[in-house]
């Protein structure tokens, strides 16, 4: 009888395991985002509940590019309406110089904590300052004085290149890399001042704002490249270096006691390659997904996607067909190319063959990584975004005329998955 229920046991264990490395996710529906106009389309991101996307727009209109600045649009889930811009447009009166509140943003993101705080960069005294607003889709578009001027409370000493608003014991912190302090990671409770004024009335940064312990780990004119944090800000992990040079750091992080420690990350890599781009898998943080750049003697860059756990030293290649666009880079310093899906055991990138097709990789198999296409329609796609509750895939594509890339049209696809 024992036997007899232990051959039963490894064949369901066995057809359990066969059924896993031959599940496929497939395609429920996919929906386009309707837009009252042409433009371009940067950095959809989903909010906490995944009901709601928001993204950075640039209408195609009559003026010159240099001359429009993005708005942030947001879009709730299953609405036939088009998506609704977060701040209305208010020209001032004319003037010498004429101004405009219209938002001039970059990288908007959602509350880690709440559902409908939204954080994003606009236009105050100079660009990509931080403000938020905890939105009701229904009263959009919204006035520009409602918008909680966060730089204030923060003390903002400069433009934001990088942020991430994190959870960490029931409070949400930013974690801050400014265009003007480079070589710092700064963090705020969102009343803890990253910067502060001299007398000479210039803001300078608050360098007890500066994630613990790391200032001994950065050389005085080394850059930072990107970071990335796991959830609860336990870990961070970040890309410093110059090209070649590049390495990746990785930081264990206390933020309640102010204490850290860190160690280089042993990467394995090719001669000439460069490391980019490293994220935690969602669910396990001693497993990483990163990106290697390489050359060859044409001049052609390629990026492959790897894997590795922390505690050792070996990787595994993903694929060596990951596309990434270079000049879309100016927004958001991490991937938008690939993504994890929240559950960690499938990784989706956007593929280098001719149309640029979403495809996914199947990680319960490193040994053997099987990689499909994801079937739908879809092509030139962009960038990436997956919702927390993995359930829909967010797709931005970008078509250019064959004479003007400034005729771009921009689509935002929601690709709903059943795995």
């Known amino acids: 009888m024992i036997k007899t229920t232990i051959i039963v046991l490894k064949?369901?264990?066995?057809?359990?395991?066969?059924?896993?490395?031959?599940?496929?996710?497939?395609?429920?529906?996919i929906n386009s985002v309707p837009l009252a106009e042409r433009g371009e389309i940067n950095n959809p991101v989903w909010s906490r509940d995944s009901r709601t996307v928001a993204f950075e727009f640039l209408g195609i209109g009559n003026k010159?590019?240099?001359?429009?600045?993005?708005?942030v649009m947001i879009y709730r889930l299953g609405s036939y309406q088009s998506a609704k811009p977060l701040l209305k447009v208010k020209q001032s009166t004319r003037t010498l110089i004429q101004t405009t509140d219209e938002i001039s943003s970059r990288l908007p993101s959602w509350s880690s904590k709440n559902n409908n705080t939204l954080y994003f960069l606009y236009e105050k005294y100079k660009p990509r300052f931080i403000g938020k607003y905890n939105l009701d889709y229904s009263d959009l578009p919204v006035n520009y004085d409602e918008v909680i001027p966060l730089y204030k409370s923060i003390t903002q000493p400069s433009e934001i290149s990088e942020y991430y608003p994190i959870s960490v014991d029931g409070r949400e912190y930013l974690f801050i890399r400014l265009k003007n302090f480079s070589r710092f990671i700064f963090y705020t409770n969102q009343n803890a001042k990253i910067g502060y004024k001299k007398h000479s009335k210039k803001f300078i940064p608050n360098e007890n704002q500066v994630i613990p312990d790391f200032k001994k780990w950065i050389k005085p004119n080394e850059l930072i490249e990107s970071f990335s944090l796991s959830k609860n800000a336990s870990k961070i992990i970040i890309c410093k270096g110059d090209d070649k040079d590049k390495i990746f750091l990785l930081g264990e992080l206390d933020i309640e006691e102010i204490e850290a420690d860190y160690h280089k990350v042993p990467v394995q890599k090719s001669k000439d390659g460069v490391l980019q781009e490293p994220s935690f898998n969602p669910i396990n943080s001693d497993v990483i997904a990163y990106l290697e750049m390489k050359g060859n003697k044409e001049s052609e860059i390629f990026y492959h996607l790897l894997l590795q756990r922390l505690d050792t030293p070996r990787n595994y290649l993903l694929t060596t067909e990951l596309y990434r666009n270079e000049d879309n880079k100016t927004t958001r310093p991490n991937s938008t190319s690939y993504v994890w899906h929240p559950n960690g055991n499938y990784i989706f990138f956007i593929s280098t063959d001719e149309k640029r097709k979403?495809?996914?990789?199947?990680?319960?198999?490193?040994?053997?990584?099987?990689?499909?296409?994801?079937?739908?329609?879809?092509?030139?796609?962009?960038?990436?975004?997956?919702?927390?509750?993995?359930?829909?895939?967010?797709?931005?594509?970008?078509?250019?005329s064959e004479t003007d890339n400034t005729d771009a049209l921009g689509q935002l696809f929601i690709v709903e998955l059943t795995l």
Do not use: H
Not at 64 to 71: E, Y
Not at 361 to 390: C, H, M
């Open 11 to 29: 064949l369901f264990l066995t057809l359990f395991l066969i059924q896993s490395m031959n599940a496929q996710i497939a395609v429920k529906s």
């Open 64 to 71: 010159k590019k240099s001359q429009k600045k993005p708005k």
């Open 358 to 400: 979403v495809a996914y990789v199947d990680l319960s198999n490193l040994q053997k990584p099987r990689i499909r296409k994801l079937k739908t329609d879809i092509e030139f796609a962009e960038q990436l975004a997956i919702s927390p509750n993995g359930k829909y895939l967010a797709v931005m594509t970008k078509i250019a």
